[in-house]
């Protein structure tokens, strides 16, 4: 093999590259060479991801805090949500970039090269990776570059961007409750899109506050700003503290299909179409969509991952959530509420992770306005 030819190429070492190439290192692949391409050395805490699982999980090892319940507010009730089966996790991304490239340095078959990525194309029957650190081939290429032909294809159809502002801020008072994270607070101002809040309480002192919006259009800096600072106000009392970190960023929600592959390059995370259209969660499914992919190499399979019936479904769901989100035939707040007033926390969460069964996919379906869910159901449909 060639010093620039591998068996498998990661183009971008995200959630989903890593998430790829921790699976990628293990014994079954041991005889495989994998090369991992990434424009950044990944030593910045420059994203938090929060998910809920079932029992241990694969990086319980790298998480920083986990809880067993959560609290909600809605516009006219608060509810505190008992997570059993599930812990609610948060996972800071310096920590998970710390342990994945850890275990990855440590593996005799994968490479991590920081370059910049031009372009990927064929090389004969080889993708071809091209960067600038040189051309690389290899049979699979997998990519979670995600590109503005992308983007400008997804906001053909439905398109809410998931954009927000975190804060994790430090107070001289006591004023968090380190067992009581809030899974959602829709008490700000639904001025534009739907706007919640999230607080994870790292201690009495420290909380990481996160402002997030759906809408067609991101804000302003100053306006995330502006909107955290008067929460804080309202709700803890709170106006002087210090900043100790700031993440910033923005996730697309569609009813676009993004491709599943294009040749030999198949592609992965948001990229792949695993950020979830209604809520713009993709970390659980990044890691099915990872498992699914190995289990194929492991069967002497394409890693091209057929999209299933069961994904079919659930894409179904979450565009006609979207549809009415975008038509703004109901407020999120107002439509969130409902669904958490009328259905178990379980069932919920069973849902929003793609995980629950008919019967309680017909029961969260009674639990909404009928008339517009069934014209948003069947418009989606056909």
């Not at 996790?89 to 970039?97: A, E, N, S």
């Not at 593996?107 to 920081?114: E, R």
């Not at 769901?317 to 409902?338: S, W």
């Amino acid at each position: 093999m060639s010093d620039n030819h591998y068996d498998y190429i990661i183009a971008g070492a995200g959630a989903a590259g890593l998430s790829l190439a921790l699976r990628l290192a293990s014994k079954p692949f041991a005889n495989k060479q994998v090369l991992l391409l990434d424009r950044s050395a990944k030593r910045e805490n420059d994203r938090t991801w929060c998910f809920w699982e079932k029992g241990t999980g694969m990086y319980d090892e790298a998480v920083y805090r986990s809880w067993e319940n959560v609290k909600f507010h809605g516009p006219n009730s608060s509810l505190d949500l008992r997570m059993a089966p599930y812990r609610y996790k948060m996972l800071r991304g310096l920590d998970f970039y710390d342990y994945a490239l850890d275990k990855l340095q440590a593996s005799a078959n994968v490479v991590v090269k920081k370059a910049e990525i031009y372009d990927i194309g064929l090389s004969g029957e080889d993708a071809e990776v091209n960067t600038s650190e040189g051309s690389f081939t290899a049979p699979w290429v997998f990519s979670s570059l995600l590109g503005n032909e992308e983007i400008h294809d997804a906001k053909k159809r439905l398109f809410l961007w998931q954009h927000f502002l975190g804060w994790h801020i430090r107070s001289e008072e006591p004023l968090f409750d380190p067992n009581q994270p809030v899974f959602m607070d829709f008490r700000v101002p639904q001025t534009d899109g739907s706007c919640f809040v999230y607080v994870l309480p790292l201690s009495r002192f420290e909380a990481l506050v996160e402002y997030t919006v759906f809408s067609p259009e991101v804000w302003e800096k100053e306006v995330y700003e502006q909107a955290t600072r008067e929460y804080l106000r309202m709700f803890y009392k709170l106006t002087d503290f210090d900043i100790l970190h700031v993440e910033q960023g923005r996730i697309p929600m569609s009813s676009y299909k993004f491709p599943v592959n294009e040749g030999r390059v198949v592609f992965i995370g948001t990229a792949g179409g695993q950020t979830k259209a209604s809520t713009g969660y993709t970390f659980m499914n990044i890691q099915r969509h990872s498992d699914a992919i190995v289990e194929r190499l492991m069967d002497g399979q394409s890693p091209i991952v057929p999209r299933s019936a069961w994904q079919r479904r659930f894409s179904l769901y979450d565009n006609t959530l979207l549809h009415v989100l975008v038509h703004q035939q109901m407020r999120g707040a107002d439509l969130f509420e409902t669904l958490f007033l009328k259905n178990p926390a379980a069932r919920m969460f069973d849902f929003l992770d793609d995980q629950s069964h008919f019967l309680q996919e017909l029961a969260i379906m009674n639990s909404v306005p009928r008339r517009k869910f069934a014209k948003a159901f069947f418009k989606e449909l056909l």
